[in-house]
């Protein structure tokens, strides 16, 4: 059984890594950085596609391809791989200890067959040439499945009893779940439209509170990079239409949020995590702000792109915790459902 768990706890850190590392894929440009898949130009590493590296790079100078950028996404794929064959290990013991662990296998089964998924969409992100709703999508994915990782590995954990009134709260700590990640995808589509600098003011944009946009260009979906519906490039209003929207639902995910970590700051068993949810939404604010501010630094936008991953980590937490409300302590050493 210990196998199991670290096999789980290895799983959830390296999907909080690669959410990270993701993000620097995408903002160093780095997506097509090998534009095949799932190797680089047919080969196992960007050594052995040096000269058609090069090809490319003379090609196009200022292009998606330098060994660079080939070494980061080719990372990102091989710590992808790492991750696979992590999530197959536990599940495989999950199926053969089924009789011993205190809850079914099918959590991990699922895992299972979501980081397959992750990893189509994965291989569409390269084959799609960078399609916002794919590369969007991959991000969401890769989110719920922190999650999902998140959920298991707590169960693994022991921590103090949460009163049972506390449980009264967990259907809206279920809704502050969903927002979140409504703002995530917002977040992602800001993201692969590459709109986090469609507004340089801040809390005006272009200088007024509801300036000219575009939603309908700038929300949908079946289109390529930097292209509206009808092909064109995408219009000025429809990148700020996909800012302004991120950046003020934003407000609704840390009114809500906050005020659930406020409430739960004392309580037995989730003032752990309730002062972190605090901490983070703090952070995402600032690093949000800082980047508008200091135009997208690198760190910065990393940075908050691991505030965001973050958040899932312990709002899950805190609705796990919920979940046992009156009941004993859960985690190693307890039976559990």
Request: with cysteine; net charge positive.
């Amino acid at each position: 059984m210990q196998t199991y768990r670290t096999l789980v706890f290895l799983a959830a850190f390296l999907t909080f890594d690669l959410i990270m590392f993701g993000a620097f894929v995408r903002l160093t440009d780095s997506g097509l950085g090998c534009p095949d898949w799932p190797g680089c130009y047919g080969h196992f590493t960007p050594l052995g596609a040096h000269a058609s590296i090069q090809q490319a790079l003379e090609a196009m100078p200022y292009g998606p391809v330098s060994a660079f950028q080939a070494w980061i996404e080719m990372i990102h794929r091989y710590a992808g791989a790492i991750l696979g064959m992590l999530i197959i290990g536990f599940m495989v013991l999950a199926w053969r200890l089924r009789r011993s662990l205190p809850y079914r296998p099918t959590l991990a089964t699922v895992i299972f067959g979501l980081v397959c998924l992750q990893g189509a969409f994965g291989a569409w992100t390269v084959t799609h040439r960078l399609m916002p709703v794919v590369v969007t999508t991959h991000l969401v994915l890769g989110m719920s499945l922190l999650a999902m990782l998140t959920w298991l590995a707590a169960r693994e954990k022991s921590h103090a009893a949460v009163p049972a009134h506390a449980g009264n709260g967990r259907i809206w700590m279920v809704l502050g779940f969903i927002v979140l990640f409504l703002q995530l995808a917002l977040g992602g589509w800001v993201s692969t439209n590459y709109a986090a600098l469609a507004c340089m003011d801040f809390p005006t944009c272009h200088g007024a509170w509801l300036p000219t946009m575009d939603f309908d260009s700038g929300f949908a979906l079946l289109r390529g990079l930097g292209q509206a519906s009808s092909g064109e490039i995408i219009s000025q209003d429809a990148l700020t239409a996909i800012h302004w929207t991120h950046r003020n639902f934003a407000f609704l995910v840390i009114a809500l949020l906050g005020v659930l970590a406020w409430r739960w700051r004392h309580t037995s068993g989730l003032k752990g995590p309730a002062r972190a949810l605090l901490a983070l939404l703090a952070l995402q604010l600032l690093t949000g702000l800082t980047t508008i501010f200091f135009q997208w630094p690198l760190l910065i936008a990393v940075i908050h792109n691991g505030g965001a991953a973050a958040l899932v980590l312990i709002s899950t937490t805190l609705l796990w915790r919920l979940s046992r409300a009156g009941k004993p302590p859960s985690g190693r050493g307890h039976q559990h459902a």
